[in-house]
């Protein structure tokens, strides 16, 4: 099985640009998507196919890589951005990372 | 819109089997894949399994041997069935709409395995 790896947690203040990293144990092309998920909710994607903006996500997200290393970049980041944000590959079965922890200072 | 919807009991017993149904609206099921997502304490998000447009499946290996995944498409309803729980399969059951990605999600049901 493909293994996503993420940073467990982040801490950042408003206004300022963060990036969130997902390493793959094998290539995934370009088949990796962003979710992000507030607590008590279901995770609504970002990002799909690693720099592709979804329906309705503001521009300030944006994505990035190919391969083994891909980056989910919030810039700026808002308070309203406080979620765990998960990676998933779709090019191998499917599997998603653990999940980083943004919070706000 | 697009809406999808899970429903299942919220407690089952170690052993008994597991069912669930996803009923969607906006979309027809002939059109998308359609997956199943869990998220567990001890796993976090762990993909199961999906139903193509087609209606052919595809498991995760780790839940092959017991996961059943079908459709009525004349219901907009979509079905998992897990047999042989353990506690370790209590968490949070998801379906998602596939499209570039899993696009749309319903809001989950919680299922509790426990005697």
């Known amino acids: 099985d493909t293994v996503l790896t993420q940073s467990p947690a982040l801490a950042v203040s408003p206004g300022e640009r963060v990036t969130i990293s997902c390493k793959a144990s094998?290539?995934?092309?370009?088949?990796m998507h962003w979710y992000q998920q507030k607590p008590g909710q279901q995770p609504k994607l970002l990002i799909y196919k690693a720099s592709n903006l979804a329906s309705g996500v503001p521009a300030r997200f944006s994505g990035s890589g190919s391969g083994t290393d891909f980056t989910l970049t919030i810039d700026p980041v808002e308070a309203d951005d406080t979620a765990t944000y998960f990676c998933?590959?779709?090019?191998?079965?499917?599997?998603f990372g653990a999940g980083t922890k943004l919070e706000l200072k | 819109q697009v809406q999808l919807k899970e429903t299942g009991p919220g407690l089952v017993q170690p052993t008994q089997t597991l069912s669930i149904t996803c009923t969607v609206s906006?979309?027809?099921?002939?059109?998308?894949?359609m997956q199943w997502v869990r998220q567990t304490p001890g796993k976090g998000l762990e993909w199961m399994g999906f139903?193509?447009?087609?209606?052919?499946?595809e498991y995760n290996s780790e839940f092959k041997s017991r996961l059943s995944i079908s459709r009525d498409t004349s219901k907009n309803q979509v079905f998992l069935k897990m047999n042989s729980l353990k506690t370790e399969d209590t968490g949070v059951y998801y379906c998602a709409r596939d499209q570039l990605g899993f696009d749309y999600w319903g809001q989950g049901v919680m299922v509790t395995v426990s005697s």
């Open positions: 139903i193509r447009s087609g209606g052919s499946t």
């Open positions: 998933q590959q779709s090019w191998n079965g499917h599997t």
């Open positions: 906006g979309f027809s099921l002939t059109s998308y894949y």
């Open positions: 094998e290539s995934v092309s370009t088949r």
